[in-house]
């Protein structure tokens, strides 16, 4: 097996790359930050969603799996005391067996500039400067409503427990193939209207938010912000391609969500 190492820049990371790195090599396991088949993250979450982002362009063929140096992520299940068991279990298996959806983000433009397409693990968001950002929403090509706040934010069912959470989303366990609109601070008075709730789309359907003309909104795809000129509109949909986990460890989905949100009794 060919595995590849994405750490942070923290220095027990750099430590727990180091052993974990020796005692891959002492089990023959050969380090390839190419084309491997299995990453490893070290750090957190946002390290895990940066190594998506580097490795997703071959998704039909790697696994990922995260080692957390801090406290547990929703994205990483093993921790920095825990490599030797960790590397063992490599040796045992090798199957890809859980995947949970992407969100395909597709940018147009007003001035013919070719759409740019990005795969987003946890939410895109799409916020305007300092001024109110007016949107159209529409759901399958029909108009659902007028949007004016700050901004909308569409979430995949991992990134539900992330920023979705914060503005009022609702966790959805990753098994539900579907994606969430949610508003961002909504004007809401009596001539401005929106739903004012968020939505769950299902996988058959797609999003498209199209754009007043301004030149100061930026959209952002998990930690990768996107500023671009003449934004028509941002098209969202389930992508065809899923994110694979190694799946060594089994954690049950509403007992992370109470272990990192509500604690123990
Ligand atoms: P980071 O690694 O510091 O992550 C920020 C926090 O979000 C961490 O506590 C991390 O554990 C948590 N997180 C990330 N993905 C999660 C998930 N799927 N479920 C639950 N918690 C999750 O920062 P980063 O590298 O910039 O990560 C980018 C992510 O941070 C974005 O995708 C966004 O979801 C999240 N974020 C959250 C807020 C907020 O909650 N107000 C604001 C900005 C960004």
Redesign the pocket.
Known sequence: MKVAIVHNSEEKSKQVTKQLTTLLEQNQIQIDNRQPELVISVG????L??AFHRFNHLLNEVSFLGVHTGHL???TDWRDYELKELVESLCIHHEKSTSYPLLDVRIRFRDGKPDKHFLAL??STIKRGNRTMVGDVFIKDELFERFRGDGLSISTP??S???????GGAVLHPSINAFQLTEIASLNNRVFRTLGSPIVIAHTEWLEIKLQESDDYFVTV??LDIYQENIASVCYRIADERIHFASYRHMHFWHRVKD?FIGED
């Open positions: 957190g979450d946002g390290t969603l940066s992520g929703f994205y946890n939410e991992t990134g427990t992330a920023y979705n959470k914060s503005i998990d930690q990192a």
